[in-house]
Antibody, heavy 117, light 110 residues
Framework: QVQLQESGPGLVKASETLSLTCTVSGGSISSYYWSWIRQPPGKGLEWIGYIYHSGSTDYNASLKSRVTISVDTSKNQFSLRLNSVTAADTAVYYC???????????WGKGTTVTVSS | SYVLTQPPSVSVAPGQTARITCGGNNIGSKSVHWYQQRPGQAPVLVVYDDSDRPSGIPERFSGSNSGNTATLTISRVEAGDEADYYCQVWDSSSDHFLWVFGGGTKLTVL
């Protein structure tokens, strides 16, 4: 079964760019759909966007102007960049995979990102 | 955008049946998926496509979907079932495709 591991800075300054990477093991990134989801402290889940191995993407309309998701098939990794962060972007960020796109099969363990002023 | 509504909390005694609802406009026309999130852990898929279970999920977990309400049913509830539960649909009603999550329901085992 595919396993996912998020990595990246746990602290980002306001107005700067949040960058996270998800490393895929136990399977090829050249299959499935790869997504990012976040969860602010004490709150529910929010889908950020997804990428297919071909590079096609779709993003949550509320974040689209600030988000880029990319894939590096040579490293079996995909990445998230979120520009111009504010305190509202403080959350646990999960990477995830979907065989069927419409639901999430596998989740990473999540990584906490705090935006500081 | 499409909205999913869940009760904030549900309480049930061990051995009883818990029912967690997810409301949405004509949700019966969509496929509904359910995730369990134990404290401090990542979510886990427990039901997909309204009523199917991934391998390794106990038969105690079941789902249904009709009209404006989808329901996750947990039979013979155990202490280990205490968690937050989220429903989710794939919404293609706008010019974008997106995943929509309900607000989550905290299941308390008394």
């Amino acid at each position: 079964q595919v396993q996912l591991q998020e990595s990246g800075p746990g602290l980002v300054k306001a107005s700067e760019t949040l960058s996270l990477t998800c490393t895929v093991s136990g399977g090829s990134i050249s299959s499935y759909y790869w997504s990012w989801i976040r969860q602010p402290p004490g709150k529910g889940l929010e889908w950020i966007g997804y990428i297919y191995h071909s590079g096609s993407t779709d993003y949550n309309a509320s974040l689209k102007s600030r988000v880029t998701i990319s894939v590096d098939t040579s490293k079996n990794q995909f990445s998230l960049r979120l520009n111009s962060v504010t305190a509202a972007d403080t959350a646990v960020y999960y990477c995830a995979s979907s065989r069927a796109l419409i639901y999430i099969d596998v989740w990473g363990k999540g990584t906490t990102v705090t935006v500081s002023s | 955008s499409y909205v999913l509504t869940q009760p904030p909390s549900v309480s049930v005694a061990p051995g009883q049946t818990a029912r967690i609802t997810c409301g949405g406009n004509n949700i019966g026309s969509k496929s509904v998926h359910w995730y369990q999130q134990r404290p401090g852990q990542a979510p886990v898929l427990v039901v997909y496509d309204d009523s199917d279970r991934p391998s390794g999920i106990p038969e105690r977990f079941s789902g249904s979907n009709s009209g404006n309400t989808a329901t996750l049913t947990i039979s013979r509830v155990e202490a280990g079932d205490e968690a937050d539960y989220y429903c989710q649909v794939w919404d293609s009603s706008s010019d974008h495709f997106l995943w929509v999550f309900g607000g989550g329901t905290k299941l308390t085992v008394l």
